[in-house]
């Protein structure tokens, strides 16, 4: 790469570095675990990493938990155009992925374009959650909100009206079928909660 | 392990990741790119490890990216007791490197000892700074405040007074050790915004 090449690359990496920056601004529907404000996407992003690191025992022998770090590191990304759409709101998921599709080709398209082409496609594994990797790391995105509202107080269980039922549908089938124990303990967790 | 074991195990670290949600209250001296409110420590950890990430380019042979993320993902745990030091403020550094040994202890303490201990020598790597490693961690974690201002308007560096000789003496030789030729780049900007 010549120099003129080499510097250039390097523009574009800072300016998807400083547009990314706008995902500390992406608010989600789970407050903090001290419940003072909602969590945003970009330290949710940190936390779910950490829980990748914390949690690499209860992976599958398949799982390359460096691949799921990056995974989860940048799967939220696409929301700085297209919004976080909480798990427990009736939505039009079709009409969603489209706009988080714009929102890939839009942010993802600053880099340079081989690693931008990565990116995307570590993004799309994620998304399909088909690879062993995608499937822990999708295990990980939906437990940690359960986790946070345990401690909360209920959060966005409450806003929603959620019931256990719900969470077991939409949140547990997920969390089971890439990390089975972790289900197990956290289920019981939430079954207090719900029972109390 | 048995069944009680692995589920004491699970406990542990479960705490250990409610109890690290806490650096989401922890803020630092430079804002957001908007300017909108001071950036925490969480999503700091997460801006760096995209930043590590994307200029994965910019380190060294020997660095080897996946360690360097997860040191820049927890490198600031400590802080959830110790709290964050602006580098451009005077303060005692061995009191607070005091401070933040008792933090690692209490805090990657809360883990499984094998873990714990594991987590510790990785955050013990950081701050020593001597490992190739270590020393592009810290030039990405130097790094990101200046591209932060910059978008910012000033940010810290109107807070403090910063001259561009003070960001030469205490953040450009950390970035240029561990990272040459992004230092170079990012410099002409600092430069420009100091001249104007």
Chains 1, 2 share one sequence.
């Not at 993802?108 to 081989?114: D, I, M, Q, S, V």
Request: charged fraction near 25%.
């Amino acid at each position: 790469m010549t120099p003129d090449l080499a510097n250039e690359a390097l523009a574009s990496q800072i300016a998807f570095l400083q547009e990314i920056d706008r995902l500390k601004g992406v608010l989600r529907a789970t407050p903090i675990c001290d419940n003072s404000r909602p969590e945003n996407s970009a330290e949710h992003s940190w936390h779910l990493a950490m829980y990748a690191m914390v949690l690499v025992d209860q992976a599958g022998p398949d799982v390359r938990i460096d691949r799921v770090i990056r995974m989860l590191l940048l799967h939220d990304i696409v929301e700085i155009d297209a919004g976080d759409v909480p798990i427990h709101l009736v939505h039009d998921s079709e009409a969603q992925a489209a706009k988080e599709r714009v929102a890939a080709e839009r942010i993802f398209g600053l880099l340079p374009a081989e690693q931008g082409a990565e990116f995307r496609a570590l993004w799309e594994e994620f998304e399909a959650a088909q690879t062993p990797d995608a499937v822990f790391a999708k295990s990980i995105d939906r437990v940690q909100p359960l986790l946070l509202n345990l401690a909360n107080g209920g959060g966005s269980w409450i806003d929603y009206h959620v019931t256990m039922e719900q969470i077991d549908a939409r949140v547990g089938t997920k969390v089971n079928r890439g990390a089975p124990a972790l289900w197990r303990h956290v289920r019981a967790r939430v079954a207090g909660y719900f029972a109390s």
